[in-house]
């Protein structure tokens, strides 16, 4: 099974700041790698698709990038909106593993 | 508008069963894979299950292969699974999500339910 790591697990930021959260791949994943959003009480949403595709809907701020193994999820520009917990997840193979989670708090 | 609607959550004793149902609608259901995944609270994403839309192949989780079972209804539009032999480590929020391939791979969860909560417990 392909491993997920994320870092950090948990961040502290303010509004406005700019925010990296990487994802690291156990194996060369290509491109598949999808990042989700979930805030508390509610399903996960997809935010970005094959590394650095925008889903429909989501706002610019919001950047992926990387490809092999190494991945990162950029929030140029916080907004209160954005606290939340965000997922990384490979489906290159099965089983479509998740990475551990990283916490966006205050 | 993609809806999904879980349903069938509650408290089940250890060793006992439970079916999970997700009730989908806004397309067409047999062209996409299907997956469950599941929150324990206050934890990650978990990938459960996943069933094909273009033969019904099913993959599973080490942690759930040869307890549950997963299975659709294309004429129903609706997903299932098949929860036995359950255990306290499968106390969990089961989501229900909808890839936008139609094969176990190489996509995306483009829609997700809202979730159902399973208790294992005595």
């Known amino acids: 099974d392909i491993q997920m790591t994320q870092s950090p697990s948990s961040l502290s930021a303010s509004v406005g700041d700019r925010v990296t959260i990487t994802c690291r791949a156990s194996?060369?994943?290509?491109?598949?790698l999808n990042w989700y959003q979930q805030k508390p009480g509610k399903a996960p949403k997809l935010l970005i698709y094959t590394a650095s595709s925008l889903q429909t809907g989501v706002p610019s701020r919001f950047s992926g990038s990387g490809s092999g193994t190494d991945f990162t999820l950029t929030i140029s520009s916080l907004q209160a909106e954005d606290f939340a917990s965000y997922y990384c997840?490979?489906?290159?193979?099965?089983?479509?593993?998740f990475g551990q989670g990283t916490r966006l708090e205050i | 508008e993609v809806l999904l609607l879980e349903s069938g959550g509650g408290l089940v004793q250890p060793g006992g069963s439970l079916r999970l149902s997700c009730a989908a609608s806004g397309f067409i259901f047999r062209a996409y894979a299907m997956t469950w995944v599941r929150q324990a609270p206050g934890k990650g994403l978990e990938w459960v299950s996943a069933i094909s839309g273009s033969d019904g192949s099913t993959h599973y989780a080490d942690s759930v292969k040869g307890r549950f079972t997963m299975s659709r209804d294309n004429s129903k539009n609706t997903l299932y699974l098949q929860m036995n032999s359950l255990r306290a480590e499968d106390t969990a929020i089961y989501y229900c999500?909808?890839?936008?391939?139609?094969?176990?791979?190489?996509?995306?969860?483009?829609?997700w339910g809202q979730g159902t909560l399973v208790t294992v417990s005595s």
């Open positions: 194996q060369s994943i290509t491109s598949y």
């Open positions: 997840q490979q489906t290159y193979s099965s089983p479509q593993t």
């Open positions: 999500a909808k890839d936008v391939v139609p094969v176990i791979s190489k996509g995306w969860f483009d829609a």
